[in-house]
């Protein structure tokens, strides 16, 4: 399974980005995907999951401005990030669980400044 992220870039504070993750590969009806991310002297943080019946799960600290979705069909996720603030600065990497196995994307850079 391979993973290949789009997205990221530079925005001011209070806007948005959407990030992508396309999915390759075998891979099975049921698995979980998400999102994480990390700054610079920050541990990695888990921004948005999403099982693949759809239920949804977000870190606090995004909740009411991030919504994370798929497509099944297309093997494709997406996290779409409104109201963006300086401290969502960070390298952001997709994830796909799939028992046993967890697969990465390369991370793709999201900067917001202020």
């Known amino acids: 399974v391979q993973l290949q992220a789009f997205g990221g870039g530079l925005v001011q504070a209070g806007g948005s980005l959407r990030l992508s993750c396309a999915a390759s590969?075998?891979?099975?009806?049921?698995?979980?995907r998400g999102w994480y991310r990390q700054a610079p002297g920050n541990e990695r943080e888990l921004v948005a999951q999403i099982t693949s019946a759809g239920s949804t799960n977000y870190a606090d600290s995004v909740k009411g401005r991030f919504t994370i979705s798929r497509d099944n069909a297309k093997n494709t996720m997406s996290l779409q990030m409104n109201n963006l603030k300086p401290e969502d600065t960070a390298v952001y990497s997709c994830f796909l669980l799939q028992a046993p196995r967890t697969y990465w994307g390369k991370g793709t850079q999201v900067t917001v400044s202020s």
């Open positions: 590969g075998t891979i099975f009806g049921i698995n979980l």
